[in-house]
């Protein structure tokens, strides 16, 4: 199993543009979801998935788009880019919600920088 | 507001010894905690968890204590290794929720 994995692992856009994180898993798991780390806020939620076709906004969605038409991706779209958005993204997922078997696994991450 | 925090952002301890990683949360409606252990460049990945109906668990070196009347949990790492120098990342969960919510991390450094 390859587990969670992202792409791109860097990317460099200028403010404005707009672009896609890919993250895609092949262990079934139902629950995905989206954070963002940066220094001294830990990880942050953005989008949240509980199952193919249904998404939800986390604690910073603003700036964001998800859709989840299959149970293996959960794209991330950035709409127009602001330096704010600079950051390191995760993307996890998980078998079940809550409880014992809400143990995340993440991706490696992506690092995006907005000029 | 942060519902999880770890109000030490770093720690150096010296290999063979203890390392304590403190962590306190004001949700009461927390019920699962984990602890999460990050390389740079990589993702975080699951290190040691505990339920709200216990007060410690064990893995090996590591050791979780929760103390639910203090809204506390520390990790204890016995002994310290140089592989354990890693961000620690605290998170705890509601009943039934999915969603985490993380503290802002503690990096641990193991000194030879």
């Known amino acids: 199993n390859a587990g969670v994995t992202q792409t791109p692992k860097f990317q460099v856009l200028k403010t404005g543009q707009s672009m896609t994180l890919q993250c895609a898993q092949d262990m079934n798991h139902e629950y995905m979801s989206w954070y963002r780390q940066d220094p001294g806020m830990g990880l942050r939620l953005i989008h949240y998935?509980?199952?193919?076709?249904?998404?939800d906004q986390g604690e910073v969605p603003n700036g964001y788009n998800v859709s989840r038409s299959t149970t293996e991706d959960f794209p991330l779209r950035l709409l127009s880019a602001a330096p704010s958005q600079t950051s390191v993204y995760f993307c996890?997922?998980?078998?079940?919600?809550?409880?014992?078997?809400?143990?995340?696994?993440f991706g490696p991450g992506t690092r995006l920088t907005v000029l | 507001d942060q519902q999880v925090k770890q109000n030490s952002p770093s720690l150096s301890v010296q290999e063979g010894r203890i390392s304590i990683l403190n962590c306190d949360y004001t949700?009461?409606?927390?019920?699962?905690f984990l602890w999460y252990k990050k390389y740079p460049a990589e993702g975080p990945t699951f290190l040691i968890s505990i339920s709200s109906i216990k007060d410690k668990n064990e893995d090996g070196r590591f050791t979780v204590f929760l103390n639910k009347s203090a809204k506390h949990l520390s990790l204890h790492i016995v002994p310290s290794q140089p592989g354990d120098s890693a961000v620690y990342f605290c998170a705890a969960s509601a009943v039934n929720d999915y969603k985490l919510s993380f503290g802002a991390g503690t990096t641990v450094t193991v000194r030879a």
């Open positions: 949700n009461s409606m927390f019920d699962y």
């Open positions: 998935s509980v199952g193919a076709g249904i998404t």
């Open positions: 996890a997922s998980s078998y079940s919600a809550g409880g014992l078997y809400n143990e995340q696994f």
